[in-house]
């Protein structure tokens, strides 16, 4: 399995010339001595990183125009109390799947409060 894994990830990512950039998600911090051996120029950046901190949800100004354009807009305070719940490197984050939900359910039904989804 380690020479079948180490062999597609050094054709894929490595030999590839079609491929720009790779982001593998759900990895551990890639060491020198793994199945990565023979693929090298890796950058880690974990949800601490300030540089993709954004990348992890909707930020504030998403989700603002989110609720403008879905006439929501007078239920940021509601969204914010229920859904801004992550920071990432000093970013506020929001829930995407309970903003999306809250603003689905909103627009059939004004009076729709705020709900873990």
Excluded at 96 to 106: K, R
Aim: with cysteine; aromatic share 14%.
């Amino acid at each position: 399995m380690h020479a079948l894994i180490r062999s597609m990830f050094s054709l894929a990512l490595k030999s590839n010339n079609s491929l720009e950039f790779a982001i593998l998600t759900g990895c551990l911090r890639v060491s020198k001595e793994s199945i990565f051996t023979d693929v090298n120029n890796f950058i880690p950046f974990g949800i601490s990183h300030p540089r993709y901190a954004g990348c992890f949800g909707f930020t504030e100004s998403e989700t603002s125009v989110l609720l403008t354009q879905s006439g929501l807009s007078h239920r940021l305070d509601d969204v914010r109390e229920w859904y801004d719940g992550y920071n990432f490197a000093g970013t506020q984050i929001y829930c995407p799947w309970d903003v999306v939900m809250f603003c689905d359910n909103a627009k059939d039904n004004p009076r729709t409060q705020p709900q873990p989804y």
